[in-house]
């Protein structure tokens, strides 16, 4: 069982996910976010009668499962329907994160947040008061440019849209108050091996050393 933990965040088109695959690739469990928000509101969970108890009926789809279009176009035009929304699903997150990356084979694992530094803002305690079993943060960084034109070229879309996009998420100085450690990909996807390797080891002594064992 993972007995060190390393929140992963980084903003959008930072690379985030591609650095997730490449711990993977060395066998480091991965527990996303993401993933565990789709869970944290399943078909049959508390977690979805709770939004249906709050919402109503008309947020389900024909299949009885969220309608996530609908409810994303609710918390868009609703600050206080956000907070509700959040309030229900975000503690079921984190949650489920920390049973999946506890349960983890290894010395340790990794807990991909895209929304960490919002979370840290939000809890004004940084990311140790949203989520105080992590026990570092590595964030992956890229300028604002970065973004912009990885954007630009993955989405197909206008630069007024990739703007919002970027300006909807905490600004790239407020990641990298947060950070433990910086992962700096502006280069070619074929650089971020050696690097996540890097850390790889760094972290497996890290680890190590907090189980009070020698590595190796």
């Known amino acids: 069982m993972a007995g060190y933990i390393v929140g992963l965040t980084g903003g959008v088109a930072s690379g985030k996910s591609e650095v997730a695959r490449c711990f ?34 008309e947020v389900l789809a024909p299949d009885g499962s969220l309608d996530r279009p609908a409810m994303r176009r609710r918390v868009f035009a609703d ?33 991909a947040i895209p929304l960490l530094a919002e979370a840290a803002t939000t809890s004004g305690g940084g990311p140790r008061a949203a989520y105080p079993w992590l026990h570092r943060v590595l964030v992956v960084d890229v300028p604002v440019e970065v973004q912009r034109s990885r954007l630009l070229a993955r989405d197909g879309i206008d630069l007024a849209l990739a703007d919002r996009m970027i300006a909807a998420q905490a600004s790239r100085a407020e990641r990298l108050a947060i950070a433990d450690d910086i992962l700096v990909n502006d280069g070619p996807i074929d650089a971020l091996p050696p690097q996540v390797a890097a850390l790889d080891a760094q972290y497996r002594a890290l680890a190590a050393a907090a189980a009070g064992t020698v590595d190796g």
Do not use: K, N, Q
Request: with cysteine; aromatic share 2%.
């Open 79 to 111: 600050d206080a329907a956000r907070l509700t929304l959040e309030a229900i699903v975000h503690p079921r997150v984190r949650t489920l994160l920390r049973t999946a990356c506890e349960a983890a084979p290894g010395a340790y694992a990794v807990a």
């Open 24 to 57: 993977e690739a060395l066998g480091v469990t991965v527990a996303d976010a993401d993933v565990a928000a789709r869970e944290a509101v399943a078909p049959g969970s508390d977690g979805l009668a709770e939004v249906v108890a709050a919402f109503g009926s």
